[in-house]
């Protein structure tokens, strides 16, 4: 199995950092990486609670809600498993100048890209195809980079879509006591 998941990570990473590299996804993904990141989904979600319609705001809130969630798993496997980013271990790897300080299992962007995504398909389903083609660029984004092995990325996305899931399933309750404690309503 282990053996497996290395060929897979060795060939998809060669195949998505070097193979497809060119000036122009060079420019799009470093910047479309940004949109998986913690300060533009915060802002995304906060921009949905303060600004939005009385039913966007309580999907601001679950997916707060779902990416705190995700968030806590993410960063409790980073820790446990420590793995490496693969620019730190794989020689001639296009790592456009972005050198990160914690672990590479699982991509915290992906889970977070896929989290906001699934909440808001789930909620605003005419929004479905959109919203999770640009988790899945932004996933792709982490592998280009060189910041993410693919089983990180794998990860990341399974990860943040059980946790949207989840939290529409079963943590709507917490969702609506909330909603009703801040006095959205």
Same mark, same amino acid.
């Given at each position: 199995?282990?053996?497996?998941?290395?060929?897979?990570?060795?060939?998809?990473?060669?195949?998505?950092?070097?193979?497809?590299?060119?000036?122009? !996804?060079?420019? @799009?993904?470093?910047?479309?990486? $940004?949109?998986?990141?913690?300060?533009?989904? &915060?802002?995304?979600?906060? =921009? *949905?609670?303060?600004?939005?319609?009385?039913?966007?705001?309580?999907?601001?809130?679950?997916?707060?809600?779902?990416?705190?969630?995700?968030?806590?798993?993410?960063?409790?496997?980073?820790?446990?498993?420590?793995?490496?980013?693969?620019?730190?271990?794989?020689?001639? !790897?296009?790592? @456009?100048?972005?050198?990160?300080? $914690?672990?590479?299992?699982?991509?915290?962007? &992906?889970?977070?890209?896929? =989290? *906001?995504?699934?909440?808001?398909?789930?909620n605003m389903p005419k929004f479905s195809m959109l919203v999770y083609i640009l988790a899945t660029i932004i996933a792709i984004s982490r592998i280009y980079l060189g910041?993410?092995?693919?089983?990180?990325?794998?990860?990341?996305?399974?990860?943040?879509?059980?946790?949207?899931?989840?939290?529409?399933?079963?943590?709507?309750?917490?969702?609506?006591?909330?909603?009703?404690?801040?006095g959205i309503n």
């Amino acid at each position: 199995m282990r053996k497996g998941l290395k060929s897979f990570d060795d060939f998809f990473i060669k195949l998505i950092n070097s193979k497809i590299k060119n000036k122009y !996804l060079d420019k @799009f993904l470093y910047r479309v990486t $940004d949109l998986g990141g913690a300060l533009f989904i &915060t802002v995304f979600c906060i =921009s *949905l609670i303060i600004f939005g319609s009385t039913y966007n705001k309580k999907v601001g809130i679950e997916a707060i809600i779902a990416l705190g969630f995700t968030q806590i798993v993410v960063h409790s496997l980073k820790r446990l498993l420590s793995r490496e980013r693969p620019y730190k271990i794989i020689e001639q !790897l296009n790592t @456009f100048g972005i050198d990160l300080s $914690d672990y590479s299992f699982p991509s915290g962007h &992906t889970t977070a890209s896929f =989290s *906001l995504a699934t909440t808001l398909a789930l909620n605003m389903p005419k929004f479905s195809m959109l919203v999770y083609i640009l988790a899945t660029i932004i996933a792709i984004s982490r592998i280009y980079l060189g910041v993410h092995y693919p089983t990180d990325v794998t990860a990341g996305l399974i990860i943040g879509i059980g946790g949207g899931l989840i939290t529409h399933h079963y943590l709507l309750e917490y969702v609506d006591k909330v909603i009703t404690f801040i006095g959205i309503n």
